[in-house]
C-alpha cells in the first residue's frame, strides 16, 4: 500500500481552511453518502469502546473534539480525556465549543502528529479514531496505537472503508477516474487532501490483517454501506492490545 502521497502541509492546509465548518460539513457528506447523522456516528463510536470509570482516553484526529465531548456527555466517570490532532485550527475551533460547559474542562486538546504520539508507552485504556484514518500513514499510527495502550487496551476505529471492487482492475481504473474527475472540479486544499488520501482507503479485510500483525486480538469489523455504489462505504473497528 503507497502511502508516500500523504503530504502533511496539504492536510494541515485543507483542514484549516475547512475548521469553521468542519461538523456541518461532516453532517451534509455522512448523511448524503451514508445515510446517517454526524451525531449518532460519533455516538455509536463512543458505546462501542464501552468506556469504563476512570479509564484514560485518547481521541486521534480529533478535530473539533465532538468525540471527547460526546465521552464528557455519555461515559460514567472517564478519567483523563485527551484529543490530538496536527492542525491547530481545528483545536482552536474545539476550544470555543469546550467553553460552553464546565464538564468539558477536563478535556485537554494537544497539537501533535498520530505518526509521533508524544504520549509515554502502556498509558492508555482507549485510544479512538473517528474519520482521520485514510489522513494517516496507518501502517505507523497502528504501531503508535499499540505503543501507548496498555494490555488490554481497546482501540476503536471508525472512517471510510474500501469495496473488493476497488481491489479490482476495472475498479481501480474506475476509481482513478472519479478521483481526477473531482480533483477538476473541486480545486482547492480539501479535494487535494481527499484525492492523496484515496490510496490509502483499506477493505475490511486489509484492516483485519494490518490490526493482527502489530499485536491486536479480537478483532472485530463492523462495515458501513454505501448508499452510492462509486462512493466508499465504511467502518467501525475494536480491537484490543495483546
Not at 484526529?61 to 485550527?89: C, F, K, M, N
Not at 474542562?105 to 482507549?126: E, M, T, W
Not at 463492523?222 to 480491537?239: D, N
Request: with cysteine; proline share 3%; net charge neutral.
Amino acid at each position: 500500500m503507497d502511502e508516500s502521497n500523504i503530504h502533511t502541509d496539504t492536510i494541515i492546509q485543507a483542514f484549516s481552511e475547512l475548521a469553521p465548518g468542519y461538523e456541518d460539513s461532516m453532517q451534509q457528506e455522512l448523511k448524503q453518502y451514508w445515510g446517517i447523522n454526524y451525531l449518532d456516528f460519533i455516538h455509536k463510536i463512543v458505546t462501542m469502546a464501552d468506556i469504563q470509570v476512570g479509564e484514560r482516553i485518547l481521541d486521534i484526529a480529533t478535530g473539533t473534539a465532538r468525540i471527547p465531548r460526546r465521552v464528557i456527555e455519555s461515559a460514567e466517570r472517564p478519567g483523563q480525556v485527551i484529543g490530538l490532532d496536527i492542525t491547530y485550527a481545528m483545536l482552536a475551533q474545539g476550544k470555543q465549543y469546550l467553553k460552553k460547559s464546565a464538564g468539558y474542562q477536563q478535556i485537554r486538546l494537544v497539537c501533535g502528529s498520530a505518526l509521533d504520539l508524544p504520549f509515554h508507552s502502556n498509558s492508555f485504556d482507549v485510544i479512538l479514531c473517528g474519520l482521520g484514518t485514510h489522513h494517516i500513514q496507518v501502517p505507523r499510527l497502528i504501531a503508535e496505537s499499540r505503543r501507548i495502550l496498555k494490555p488490554g487496551g481497546k482501540l476503536l476505529l471508525a472512517d471510510v472503508c474500501a469495496s473488493k471492487f476497488w481491489r479490482s482492475r476495472l475498479g481501480n481504473l474506475f476509481i482513478q477516474f472519479l478521483v481526477q474527475r473531482y480533483r477538476a472540479i473541486n480545486q482547492n486544499a480539501r479535494a487535494e487532501a481527499e484525492v492523496e488520501a484515496f490510496r490509502n482507503v483499506r477493505t475490511a479485510e486489509e484492516w483485519l490483517n494490518i490490526l493482527s500483525d502489530n499485536g491486536f486480538i479480537h478483532i472485530n469489523i463492523i462495515e458501513i454501506k454505501s448508499r452510492l455504489p462509486w462512493y466508499p462505504g465504511g467502518f467501525h473497528a475494536m480491537a484490543r492490545a495483546n
